[in-house]
């Protein structure tokens, strides 16, 4: 009758997963990455690739609207152009600026350059060449904003930290409009994407102004108030909706419906330097259109957000601040750029055709792989026959069923498995790794064993137990759980630690160490009681 007594103990008993784990251990929440998650983090740095120091801050990043699709950068008095195939600098100006370069804008068919200085002057350059083409003056304090619109050639936008807009007719170097109402540094500016005669532009008074300049006389056509200084304006694809970006948030409007507010992202914890759009999938494939905002922050993060969903899709952490980001085109590249001069290129892998299915196809689709030597068909009397198909690779829409791993189980896993819990726990105990040992105990609570275990033990094994909670009780990871189990030894075991003086040390040590940790939050305690009213003052200050 005991053994099956036993027996039906160890059935009802539900065995868990092992090894154990310790569930007072804070777990993180790092889910399977989503298929949008890999697609951004397939844009990596080729490891061949040497990026120059460029020692200043990259204040902006500009792709070429068409193909290769270089990019140029401005850094110190500098235009530096890389190329999208090597991802090398490809051509420096640095000649005609005076004073640090700002604001790289290329035109339309991507043959010329226009970049702004801090002296106030607007160039413009050939690519091809380098060549200085024109130099627009006319700001009076430095120009933050330089741009062309979506297709005309013939002229650009400018912005400045006078606070003007200026639109200018390039091939004469003239001013058409001086654009007033913004009171602070205009910094950002972007050009509508469905008509060359309206542009966006931001500034420090915590405004964004859209200005029309077949209506130029009347000043802007709409203001939207941010509510901080802007420090970055986008139009989105569709030109009817904008994001800016300003002080930790950024912010989707809708300019259609009168500049009504639509979302407000508030993920970073410092400034938001820059914004771009990017697009997921190629040109012309299934997944072209679904467009997303990238956002750089003074805080290190780059976030990728879905303003369709309104949620971040992803995120990557960087070791410097970053003010500036662009995305190619042909969603091929990503780079960032820092306060330092770090340059972060990534560049996607692009699966092609294999060399060999494109040669046993010509022009008509017809196989011309005549000369190709048939392989023998498979019989089962071959040997390959018993060996086929274990070198193949899965293709992209096979199901993997994985070969479950072995499970290592320490000493103490095995004896639970064994229900040998009295050993488990001196096992664990003799590890003297708290982890294990806090997890075993768990275990027996969940099994209703350990205060059985307790009155188990002989005299050195309940030493060991007591010298284990007078090292770990005061851990705060451990505190809740083990306070309550020293407070049971304690009344269960009380007459053994009365007959040892051994016992008695540890008991004392650990009233000692409750007593010291108990002084030390009242001080804590006592501490705060002084800061919080300093801190809510200075709060409403």
Same mark, same amino acid.
């Given at each position: 009758?005991?053994?099956?007594?036993?027996?039906?103990?160890?059935?009802?008993?539900?065995?868990?997963?092992?090894?154990?784990?310790?569930?007072?251990?804070?777990?993180?929440?790092?889910?399977?990455?989503?298929?949008?998650?890999?697609?951004?983090?397939?844009?990596?740095?080729?490891?061949?690739?040497?990026?120059?120091?460029?020692?200043?801050?990259?204040?902006?990043?500009?792709?070429?609207?068409?193909?290769?699709?270089?990019?140029?950068?401005?850094?110190?008095?500098?235009?530096?152009?890389?190329?999208?195939?090597?991802?090398?600098?490809?051509?420096?100006?640095?000649?005609?600026?005076?004073?640090?370069?700002?604001?790289?804008?290329?035109?339309?068919?991507?043959?010329?350059?226009?970049?702004?200085?801090?002296?106030?002057? =607007?160039?413009?350059? +050939? @690519?091809?060449?380098?060549?200085? &083409?024109?130099? !627009?003056? $006319? %700001?009076?304090?430095? #120009? /933050?904003?330089?741009?062309?619109?979506?297709?005309?050639?013939?002229?650009?936008?400018?912005?400045?930290?006078?606070?003007? =807009?200026?639109?200018? +007719? @390039?091939?004469?170097?003239?001013? &058409?409009?001086? !654009?007033? $109402? %913004?009171?602070?540094? #205009? /910094?950002?500016?972007?050009?509508?994407?469905?008509?060359?005669?309206?542009?966006?532009?931001?500034?420090?008074?915590?405004? =964004?102004?859209?200005? +029309? @300049?077949?209506?130029?006389?009347?000043?802007?056509?709409?203001?939207?108030?941010?509510?901080?200084?802007?420090?970055?304006?986008?139009?989105?694809?569709?030109?009817?909706?904008?994001?800016?970006?300003?002080?930790?948030?950024?912010?989707?409007?809708?300019?259609?419906?009168?500049?009504?507010?639509?979302?407000?992202?508030?993920?970073?914890?410092?400034?938001?330097?820059?914004?771009?759009?990017?697009?997921?999938?190629?040109?012309?494939?299934?997944?072209?259109?679904?467009?997303?905002?990238?956002?750089?922050?003074?805080?290190?993060?780059?976030?990728?957000?879905?303003?369709?969903?309104?949620?971040?899709?992803?995120?990557?952490?960087?070791?410097?601040?970053?003010?500036?980001?662009?995305?190619?085109?042909?969603?091929?590249?990503?780079?960032?750029?820092?306060?330092?001069?770090?340059?972060?290129?990534?560049?996607?892998?692009?699966?092609?055709?294999?060399?060999?299915?494109?040669?046993?196809?010509?022009?008509?689709?017809?196989?011309?792989?005549?000369?190709?030597?048939?392989?023998?068909?498979?019989?089962?009397?071959?040997?390959?026959?018993?060996?086929?198909?274990?070198?193949?690779?899965?293709?992209?829409?096979?199901?993997?069923?994985?070969?479950?791993?072995?499970?290592?189980?320490?000493?103490?896993?095995?004896?639970?498995?064994?229900?040998?819990?009295?050993?488990?726990?001196?096992?664990?105990?003799?590890?003297?790794?708290?982890?294990?040992?806090?997890?075993?105990?768990?275990?027996?609570?969940?099994?209703?064993?350990?205060?059985?275990?307790?009155?188990?033990?002989?005299?050195?094994?309940?030493?060991?137990?007591?010298?284990?909670?007078?090292?770990?009780?005061?851990?705060?990871?451990?505190?809740?759980?083990?306070?309550?189990?020293?407070?049971?030894?304690?009344?269960?075991?009380?007459?053994?630690?009365?007959?040892?003086?051994?016992?008695?040390?540890?008991?004392?040590?650990?009233?000692?160490?409750?007593?010291?940790?108990?002084?030390?939050?009242?001080?804590?305690?006592?501490?705060?009681?002084?800061?919080?009213?300093?801190?809510?003052?200075?709060?409403?200050?």
């Amino acid at each position: 009758m005991a053994i099956m007594a036993e027996e039906d103990e160890r059935r009802s008993t539900t065995a868990k997963t092992f090894p154990v784990r310790p569930k007072l251990k804070p777990t993180s929440n790092n889910s399977t990455p989503t298929a949008e998650s890999k697609y951004w983090r397939s844009f990596k740095t080729p490891k061949d690739l040497q990026l120059p120091a460029l020692v200043a801050s990259i204040t902006s990043i500009s792709f070429a609207p068409t193909p290769p699709h270089d990019f140029a950068l401005t850094h110190s008095a500098t235009v530096t152009i890389f190329s999208s195939q090597t991802l090398e600098p490809k051509a420096t100006i640095s000649s005609a600026f005076s004073d640090t370069a700002t604001s790289a804008s290329f035109r339309s068919d991507s043959r010329l350059l226009a970049a702004g200085d801090l002296s106030g002057s =607007v160039h413009v350059f +050939d @690519v091809k060449s380098r060549n200085p &083409l024109r130099r !627009l003056r $006319g %700001h009076s304090r430095p #120009v /933050r904003l330089v741009r062309y619109p979506r297709v005309d050639k013939l002229h650009l936008f400018s912005g400045g930290d006078d606070a003007v =807009v200026k639109y200018w +007719d @390039v091939t004469t170097e003239t001013q &058409l409009f001086n !654009l007033l $109402g %913004h009171k602070d540094y #205009v /910094r950002c500016g972007d050009a509508s994407p469905v008509s060359d005669d309206m542009f966006i532009s931001g500034s420090y008074d915590h405004t =964004v102004r859209v200005w +029309d @300049v077949r209506a130029s006389t009347s000043g802007s056509v709409m203001e939207i108030s941010h509510g901080k200084p802007v420090e970055d304006v986008i139009y989105l694809p569709s030109g009817g909706i904008v994001a800016t970006a300003g002080g930790n948030t950024v912010k989707i409007w809708d300019l259609i419906g009168g500049g009504r507010l639509l979302h407000t992202m508030e993920s970073h914890n410092k400034t938001v330097t820059s914004l771009c759009v990017g697009k997921i999938g190629r040109e012309g494939g299934e997944e072209a259109q679904q467009y997303r905002i990238l956002t750089v922050s003074l805080d290190g993060y780059m976030k990728v957000f879905d303003y369709a969903k309104y949620k971040i899709t992803h995120s990557m952490r960087f070791p410097n601040p970053l003010l500036s980001v662009g995305f190619s085109p042909d969603c091929s590249t990503r780079v960032i750029g820092t306060s330092n001069g770090t340059l972060y290129v990534g560049r996607r892998k692009v699966k092609e055709e294999s060399a060999g299915e494109q040669a046993l196809v010509d022009f008509a689709g017809l196989a011309v792989a005549d000369d190709v030597p048939k392989r023998r068909a498979l019989r089962p009397s071959y040997f390959r026959y018993f060996h086929r198909g274990q070198s193949e690779k899965p293709s992209e829409t096979d199901y993997l069923i994985m070969r479950p791993k072995k499970v290592k189980l320490a000493e103490h896993d095995k004896l639970l498995k064994k229900f040998r819990h009295k050993e488990a726990l001196v096992a664990a105990l003799n590890r003297k790794n708290p982890e294990n040992v806090v997890a075993v105990m768990e275990e027996l609570v969940a099994r209703k064993k350990l205060l059985r275990c307790v009155s188990n033990l002989d005299f050195e094994e309940l030493e060991l137990l007591l010298l284990f909670l007078q090292r770990y009780s005061t851990m705060p990871r451990y505190a809740s759980f083990l306070m309550g189990l020293a407070s049971k030894v304690v009344d269960m075991r009380t007459e053994d630690i009365r007959s040892s003086n051994e016992l008695r040390g540890h008991i004392r040590n650990l009233k000692r160490d409750l007593e010291e940790e108990m002084r030390v939050q009242q001080s804590l305690q006592e501490i705060e009681g002084i800061i919080s009213p300093l801190l809510r003052i200075a709060a409403r200050r």
